[in-house]
């Protein structure tokens, strides 16, 4: 069975970089052709993508948020680490990791809320 598991600290300052990890289990992530996401939900908000790293490593993000993401991988750990720098409370959100095969995101971590706060 495939479990995604993020983690991270819940409470971050405005301004500061928030990092989250995202542990893979059942499955590897340097699979051929499998994509590794991250997704975020502010409260009362739709869903919103803010990309993905891929089987080979090599990391896409979405335009609205690339000058301030950066994605990576750890193979030996089976981790994904996202980070978000220059954060303000609009950052505020539950971060979910999730896994596409076949254009299908068809695994999702639990998902992490992340409170960007004085």
């Known amino acids: 069975q495939v479990q995604l598991q993020e983690s991270g600290p819940g409470l971050v300052k405005p301004s500061q970089a928030l990092s989250l990890t995202c542990t893979v289990s059942?499955?590897?992530?340097?699979?051929?052709?499998?994509?590794w996401s991250w997704i975020r939900q502010p409260p009362g908000k739709g869903l919103e993508w803010i990309g993905y790293?891929?089987?080979?490593?090599?990391?896409y993000y979405s335009p609205s948020l690339k000058s301030r993401t950066s994605m990576s991988r750890d193979t030996s750990k089976n981790q994904l680490t996202l980070q978000v720098s220059s954060t303000t409370p609009e950052d505020t959100a539950v971060y979910y990791c999730?896994?596409?095969?076949?254009?299908?995101?068809?695994?999702w971590g639990q998902g992490t809320q992340v409170t960007v706060s004085s």
């Open positions: 059942g499955a590897s992530i340097t699979t051929d052709y499998d994509y």
């Open positions: 790293i891929s089987w080979t490593g090599r990391p």
């Open positions: 999730t896994r596409t095969r076949d254009y299908v995101q068809d695994f």
